[in-house]
Each structure stands twice: as C-alpha cells, then as structure tokens.
C-alpha cells in the first residue's frame, strides 16, 4: 500500500487562540483561521488543524487528556484507497466522507483518516555545507548563514502516540504495509509506510493506558542550521525547550523539542535517514545513551567582551 506519511493531524483545545498562535510562531502558515481555530499549513501543504474541544466536526475525543483526534494519512492513489478499505473492513467500520478522506480508529482507539495526499512537490536546494575533500557545496560568496534566512517547516515528518499495548499497534500498522525499522526494546517500535523512505513516519511508546494519546509530532526543516535558526527564534518568542537540540542515534535527525498548548511536544527535525527493502532493524536498549549523539542547551547570545568583572 503506497501510503506516503501523515498529511494532517487534527487536535480539539480548550485554548484555540493560543494553539494558532503557537503554530504560527512555529513556522506554519495560518490559512482560514477564525475564533473557530483553522487550518495551518507547512510549505508543502501538510499541516495541523485546530478546532475548539467541543467543535461537532471533531471525531470522538479519547477517554484519556490528548488533544489529538485525527491523523490523517496521505496515499498516493485511489488503488491504495481501495487497497486499505478492503483490508480493514473485514474487523471494522471504514467509511468515506465527503471531504473524500476514508475514516477509520485503530485497535489503540486512534482516529485515522486516509486520502489522496495534498502534499505540494517542493523544489528546494537543502543546506549545503563546504567539507575537505568534496566539491564545494555552494558558490564562492554565497553566504552559509545570515540572520534574515529562512527557517521554516518543510513537511510534516512524523507523529509520536503513546499506546498501551505497542505489539498490537504495530501489528494493526503492519495490516497497512508499515515496517518496523528500528526498535526500542520494552518501548516500541519505529515504523515507515510504504510509500517514503524515511526513517519513521509513526513512532510507538508503551505507556500505561491512560496516558494514550499523542506524545509528539513534527515537521522536515531543510538543515540542521535550520533546526538550531527556527528553536532560537521560537526560543526568543518565549517558547520553552523541553529536549534539544540534538541529533538522535535512530534516524538520525537532529531534533528540537518545545512545550506546547496541545498538551504534546513539539518538534523541529531534519536530515532524517533513508531506507528501503535492504536495510534490517536494529533493537536499542531504551535510554539517554541511545537516544542522542549529543544534546546541546539554548543559552543567550554572548560575546566575550564588556568591562572587567566587579569585586
Ligand atoms: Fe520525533
């Protein structure tokens, strides 16, 4: 099935003002936004959409706190469409709405959704950076860095759940054609539909039941250096860093970590590990050691100068 990764998540908040406000500063843009929350979209047209918590056009809250009601998937044709309809349907409700998004709730009790992906082709260079021994990766007097540069979301890369019983997730996501590429053990796995390469589109932690719901979610950014420019900038907002940034061990994609709103994490990533059919996954022990490369902390722009240190 050529499911190709989330093209939106869905969230019901008690704060939309706030959430909106929160997701733009972030990098998205806002699009059809009124007191009723809206839509927010990166720049391949992948986004978020916030909706008060008691909106009628939400689907059914979880029994726990999340915020998140809906994730949608992006597929590339109607044959994968049909493809998903028909394997679900044989142990559960799955019906087409008229926005033509084909609705269904895993066995964790996760809204999905599925529909012909929206996503926009992008046509962007990704951060080139000079190296010893390789060609030089931009021209002679373009700037690597400039305070003005850009810095925003790219795509939505992936959404993180917190679930109870992460064996039976995986395997319902296995039903859909999600293979497992790497794993924390005791914990769960890292999981990527058929339809990219990336690393993980849907990663998996074992929690007691009532914490189910969404722990993260985040979108591509175009560098590392875009990474570290768009959380100083969140940063200097008044955003809290909750984790980063850092450069995780499985994936490889650096992140940045951010209280929200929401009730979740988010996060900026990039440069995230390809693979296909070739490459076997690789169990971790769950852990700081194995989680990260490194980590850095925001501190406050510096310079050493300024007048003798007072006694
Ligand atoms: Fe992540």
């Not at 927010?40 to 056009?57: F, K, N, Q, S, Y």
């Not at 969404?214 to 570290?228: A, D």
């Not at 971790?284 to 510096?302: I, M, R, T, V």
Request: proline content about 8%.
């Amino acid at each position: 099935m050529n499911i190709i990764g989330p093209d939106y998540l869905v969230f019901g908040v008690d704060n939309v003002a706030d959430c909106v406000q929160y997701m733009t500063d972030y990098g998205l843009k806002p699009c059809d936004i009124d007191e009723s929350g809206g839509w927010l979209e990166a720049l391949d047209g992948t986004g978020v959409l916030i909706r008060p918590r008691h909106d009628p056009r939400l689907p059914p809250a979880m029994e726990t706190a999340t915020t998140l009601r809906e994730t949608v998937y992006g597929v590339a044709d109607e044959a994968t469409l049909q493809a998903i309809e028909a394997e679900l349907g044989k142990d559960r409700e799955v019906q087409r709405g008229e926005d033509g998004v084909l609705r269904c709730v895993d066995d964790m009790g996760f809204a999905l959704g599925f529909r012909i992906t929206r996503r926009r082709t992008l046509d962007l260079p990704g951060e080139a950076s000079h190296a010893p021994g390789a060609p030089a990766a931009r021209a002679v007097n373009a700037l690597g860095a400039s305070n003005d540069m850009p810095a925003l979301p790219r795509s939505l890369s992936h959404v993180v759940y917190f679930v109870p019983d992460p064996d039976r997730a995986e395997a319902f996501y296995q039903r859909l054609g999600f293979v497992c590429t790497d794993r924390f053990a005791d914990t769960g796995p890292f999981l990527r539909p058929g339809g990219t390469q990336d690393h993980h589109t849907l990663f998996l932690i074992q929690t007691p039941p009532f914490m189910k719901g969404i722990e993260h979610f985040t979108f591509h950014m175009g560098g590392p250096t875009e990474v570290l420019v768009a959380g100083t900038r969140f940063v200097e907002k008044g955003y809290e860093s909750f984790w980063g940034p850092g450069r995780h061990q499985l994936g490889s994609n650096w992140f940045w970590y951010f209280n929200s709103p929401m009730g979740c994490h988010v996060e900026y990533d990039a440069d995230m590990d390809l693979h296909d059919e070739q490459w076997t996954a690789r169990v971790a022990a769950p852990g700081a050691d194995n989680s990260q490369y490194f980590l850095f902390h925001y501190q406050e722009k510096w310079f050493p100068g300024g007048p003798p240190a007072k006694h």
